[in-house]
């Protein structure tokens, strides 16, 4: 057997901008996610650079001063990366290289990456590869001599052809493939969905670790991989799941993120498409998370930009377990504590009070399955009985780890 090789983080840096339409407070939540982003892909972060500006640079993106002092810190650091916050145009890129002469990411190139180390099956790498290429055609240097020269033989390379020209007729090449691939694969994955009956459908979506995969394997009573990283679930996965007598299938689908890459949107619509074809959605939160109201704004954007927002929803707040506040008395002298909220503290907050079903657990814990469960039950009979309305007699709630 082979040893495990232990991993090796690369040395990176962060750098954001403070701008009208994004002030300190936001940027450190986007340095903050961006700095998990790239834990998940395999580096460590040294330090941050942010800089107040009111649009970015159109040549480097930072300032000229901004920009030196970044570099002189990587040279003096040995840094390896350095990564931005924003997508950067082909021409930033370029001219970030020439001057750092070091890799230089932005978030979505991060995210690409970190989707293309977590794919497992055929049908996922396609789709990040095409990401990747369709990200990658506009931001053709000449340092990319990497791609294949020899294609097709004699008469394939155009008079006065230069390389550069070469490498995207060969990537556009690779983009019509990859399309016609995801075509056939797009033509079997809807005709499962069309042999799964007449079953109700049930889709967890949500923010990024927010611990669908860990409610997906207590519901399911499979091991679906779950892990504290940022896209640990990219292959859908759909297990048949029985709440009392109540048969459904549910699916755990790719958490969503701000700034998603269009690249990604695009490339995984298939993936979506279970989403868009589900009859209930169950969108979980992790409560415990300081920015938890903009993730639920950032999922409820894009299921309205795959035309999902109108669907039955379940709002489910997980990880009650991990939430605390910060308790402070009156007298000024007393420090302060932590403090947890029990579940009928949960049910007095305005988030109990949501247009939507709404229940408070913990996935990890199973606290308050019963109710979480009884309340899935509800919604999805609903559902079959519109479905099947002669047959609701058969089905009778009753808690199965009970019995």
Do not use: C
Not at 13 to 30: M, N, R
Not at 274 to 299: K, N, Q
């Amino acid at each position: 057997m082979l040893e495990k090789k232990e991993h090796i983080y690369e040395k990176a840096v962060l750098v954001g901008l403070i701008t009208k339409e994004q002030d300190e407070d936001k940027l450190t939540e986007y340095l903050d996610e961006l700095e998990f982003l790239a834990y998940t892909a395999g580096a460590t972060v040294e330090k941050r650079f942010t800089q107040k500006m009111l649009q970015p640079d159109s040549r480097t993106f930072v300032g000229k001063g901004k920009m030196e002092e970044i570099r002189d810190f990587v040279k003096e650091n040995e840094i390896g990366t350095v990564i931005f916050d924003d997508e950067l145009s082909p021409s930033q890129l370029k001219n970030l290289e020439r001057e750092m002469e070091v890799k230089i990411l932005d978030r979505t190139n991060l995210i690409l990456d970190i989707f293309a180390q977590r794919a497992q099956t055929s049908y996922a790498r396609t789709q990040v590869e095409l990401a990747q290429y369709e990200y990658l055609l506009p931001r053709l240097t000449r340092m990319w001599t990497h791609l294949e020269r020899q294609r097709g033989g004699i008469g394939m390379r155009g008079p006065g052809e230069t390389e550069i020209e070469t490498d995207r007729r060969i990537i556009r090449d690779r983009i019509s493939l990859l399309k016609e691939k995801l075509k056939t694969i797009d033509k079997q994955m809807a005709t499962q969905r069309n042999n799964r009956g007449k079953m109700v459908r049930v889709a967890l979506v949500g923010y990024t670790n927010v611990g669908k995969s860990t409610l997906m394997n207590a519901l399911s009573k499979s091991e679906v991989f779950a892990e504290n990283k940022l896209f640990a679930t990219l292959d859908t996965t759909v297990r048949k799941v029985v709440i009392g007598n109540l048969p459904f299938l549910l699916t755990d689908t790719v958490g969503f993120i701000r700034k998603l890459p269009t690249q990604l949107v695009e490339s995984f619509k298939s993936t979506l498409d279970e989403v868009r074809e589900a009859d209930l959605l169950i969108h979980v939160v992790d409560i415990s998370h300081e920015s938890f109201e903009d993730h639920i704004a950032s999922v409820n954007q894009i299921l309205q930009e795959i035309d999902a927002h109108r669907k039955p929803i379940i709002m489910i707040f997980n990880k009650i377990d991990d939430f605390s506040y910060e308790k402070k008395d009156e007298d000024d002298l007393t420090p302060i504590t932590k403090k947890n909220i029990s579940l009928d503290e949960w049910k007095k907050t305005w988030m109990a009070k949501s247009k939507f079903p709404t229940v408070f657990i913990s996935a990890l814990t199973k606290e308050n399955f019963p109710e979480m469960k009884k309340l899935i039950y509800d919604e999805v009979l609903k559902i079959h009985i519109s479905r099947f309305p002669y047959n609701d007699f058969l089905f009778e709630y009753y808690d199965d780890e009970e019995v």
